[in-house]
């Protein structure tokens, strides 16, 4: 198993410059051309990886500024995939959650082209020597959770099994060689499909689709390991579990008890960023299924909120989960990223700075 290349880590996006906002507006008005959009979308990178490295981060994005929304603007470039734009709805409460976007699979999935490959290779040019450029892509489960058999074509996949995995997983294998061959040793897969299936109201809503909500997360661990099995030797692959990170809202809550078993001793993957931030995420009872050789980077630091968490609170509960998993394969992170949509989370931009070094001192406090 490949390590990670530091007990602490982050999960990857950042609030975009105002800057950077206004230049995509004028690029959807057609004001500006594309290429002079990405020569904004370089200048914020370029700062954001310093504020990285400034900061002290060892594994660095480059702040999924050139996205809109973390898992779209990936998935609608594999060739067979339609996405439609997600929508907002005002809850009772006032505050707004993101309808999930509808992807829908019109045809044989494939790798059209290389996805990611310009993008890493800007921003591994940024990167300073000795620390590691880490690039972030929604998980291939994607694919099936939203729509279920209904959101897949019955014309391409008569059958699910195995045409429609293996096809996914192929082109996930073909974009993990391209970016393996430009350079790239750490790959991070966002998967909300996992933390969804330890909601109850998610459960149901997969019953309603025909799914078995207890079958899926063992479906979804052959599933990823048909992406591992594709890896190139000597590629990092971690995957974060994401509870829903819009606008400071969530999507779902629960323990992880439902998907432990299948997630962290099924699947092949190499470390686990997961959501650990308040009591939504239940106890670390689930980490008792972690194997030798595999990471689980608890994310107790919260990027919904500004106001900074306790060091000596973040110690005890380090302590509580290494009594179910050795200290020796715990890290320690944010939740999630701080702008997993281009909208942002509701907290100010030095507040990043703050809770990333409050990650950075509590890990070499915690593991020196």
């Given at each position: 198993m490949m390590q990670l290349p530091a007990r602490y880590d982050h999960v990857g996006s950042f609030l975009r410059p105002k800057y950077l906002i206004e230049a995509r507006a004028q690029k959807a008005r057609g004001d500006i051309t594309p290429q002079q959009l990405r020569e904004v979308e370089d200048k914020a990178i370029a700062e954001i990886v310093q504020f990285q490295q400034d900061v002290g981060l060892k594994s660095i994005t480059d702040g999924e500024f050139r996205r809109t929304y973390f898992h779209i603007d990936f998935l609608e470039q594999l060739g067979g995939v339609k996405t439609d734009i997600p929508v907002t709805i005002k809850k009772p409460d006032g505050t707004e959650e993101l309808a999930p976007p509808v992807i829908r699979v019109i045809d044989k999935v494939r790798h059209a082209k290389d996805i990611q490959k310009a993008d890493f290779e800007y921003l591994k040019s940024q990167v300073a020597a000795g620390n590691t450029p880490k690039v972030t892509i929604p998980s291939p489960t994607m694919l099936h959770f939203r729509g279920g058999r209904a959101g897949i074509s019955k014309e391409a996949y008569p059958e699910l099994e195995p045409a429609f995995y293996d096809d996914v997983a192929k082109a996930y294998g073909d974009?993990?060689?391209?970016?393996?061959?430009?350079?790239?040793?750490?790959?991070?897969?966002?998967?909300?499909?996992?933390?969804?299936?330890?909601?109850?109201?998610?459960?149901?809503?997969?019953?309603?689709?025909?799914?078995?909500?207890?079958?899926?997360?063992?479906?979804?661990?052959?599933?990823?390991?048909?992406?591992?099995?594709?890896?190139?030797?000597?590629?990092?692959?971690?995957?974060?579990?994401?509870?829903?990170?819009?606008?400071?809202?969530?999507?779902?809550?629960?323990?992880?008890?439902?998907?432990?078993?299948?997630?962290?001793?099924?699947?092949?993957?190499?470390?686990?960023?997961?959501?650990?931030?308040?009591?939504?995420?239940?106890?670390?009872?689930?980490?008792?299924?972690?194997?030798?050789?595999?990471?689980?980077?608890?994310?107790?630091?919260?990027?919904?909120?500004?106001?900074?968490?306790?060091?000596?609170?973040?110690?005890?509960?380090?302590?509580?989960?290494?009594?179910?998993?050795?200290?020796?394969?715990?890290?320690?992170?944010?939740?999630?990223?701080?702008?997993?949509?281009?909208?942002?989370?509701?907290?100010?931009?030095?507040?990043?700075?703050?809770?990333?070094?409050?990650?950075?001192?509590?890990?070499?406090?915690?593991?020196?």
């Open positions: 974009e993990l060689r391209s970016l393996f061959d430009a350079g790239c040793r750490y790959v991070q897969m966002d998967d909300t499909n996992l933390a969804y299936l330890c909601d109850e109201k998610m459960r149901e809503a997969a019953r309603q689709r025909g799914d078995d909500p207890n079958e899926l997360p063992h479906r979804y661990a052959k599933f990823i390991n048909k992406v591992v099995a594709q890896k190139p030797q000597g590629m990092l692959l971690a995957m974060h579990l994401c509870r829903g990170n819009f606008k400071s809202t969530h999507a779902a809550a629960g323990n992880y008890e439902p998907v432990a078993e299948a997630l962290l001793k099924e699947m092949d993957i190499d470390a686990y960023f997961m959501e650990y931030d308040d009591e939504r995420s239940g106890d670390f009872r689930p980490l008792r299924y972690l194997p030798k050789g595999k990471t689980v980077v608890l994310g107790l630091v919260t990027t919904k909120f500004g106001q900074l968490e306790n060091k000596d609170a973040l110690k005890r509960r380090i302590e509580e989960a290494a009594k179910y998993a050795p200290m020796e394969q715990l890290a320690l992170s944010p939740q999630c990223g701080f702008s997993s949509t281009v909208h942002g989370n509701n907290i100010a931009v030095e507040d990043q700075r703050n809770k990333l070094r409050l990650v950075i001192e509590t890990a070499q406090e915690m593991w020196g």
